[in-house]
């Protein structure tokens, strides 16, 4: 055993003998008598001799309507919500931005070269969009949205309708 263990024991030999021989008395305290409250304005406190106890009656007051005692939407309330978090920082002004938007521009072109060819003198190029493949020559309308103003290697003109701005796609030289 370690000396702990014999510490721990003698302290619980010790608590066991005063439970068994320790004062078993109750400490009781007498109960006290104690005048009721009444507000001022409700009666007027009797006067209280040296050595001669009044009795004094209760008084039931009236109820208070509930915004009086919880509060009403001023915030005025007893048991009111309190928000302690600091407030939001003011919104930044914005500067007055009197430049007109930037005018429209056409998308990007969507077609991809497939190839080119010559025939009859006239240039023909292959351009492919998604699954669709188009065979283009000068003065071609494709799918309503873009014309082929002219071509001439190694640049392919093309107008893009619904803004009329004009975009160019690289095709090479012919070999």
Avoid: C
């Avoid at 007051?61 to 003011?90: C, E, I, K, T, Y």
């Avoid at 998308?107 to 010559?118: A, D, E, H, Q, R």
């Amino acid at each position: 055993m370690k000396p702990r263990h014999l510490a721990m024991g003698a302290a619980l030999l010790v608590a066991g003998g005063l439970v068994v021989f320790g004062d078993n008395t109750p400490d009781v305290a007498e109960p006290v008598e104690r005048a009721a409250r009444v507000p001022a304005a409700a009666t007027r406190a009797p006067t209280i001799n040296a050595g001669v106890k009044a009795h004094v009656e209760p008084v039931i007051l009236r109820l208070l309507p509930r915004d009086d005692v919880m509060g009403d939407s001023d915030g005025n309330a007893l048991f009111a919500s309190q928000n302690w978090n600091p407030p939001p920082p003011p919104a930044p002004v914005q500067p007055v931005n009197n430049t007109p938007p930037p005018a429209p521009m056409a998308p990007p072109l969507p077609f991809t070269l497939i190839g080119k060819s010559v025939s009859a003198g006239a240039y023909e190029v292959y351009l492919a969009r998604g699954e669709q493949v188009y065979l283009v020559r000068d003065k071609m309308t494709i799918d309503g949205t873009y014309r082929v103003d002219k071509i001439v290697p190694p640049m392919l003109t093309l107008t893009y309708l619904p803004l009329n701005q004009v975009q160019q796609l690289n095709i090479g030289v012919f070999d």
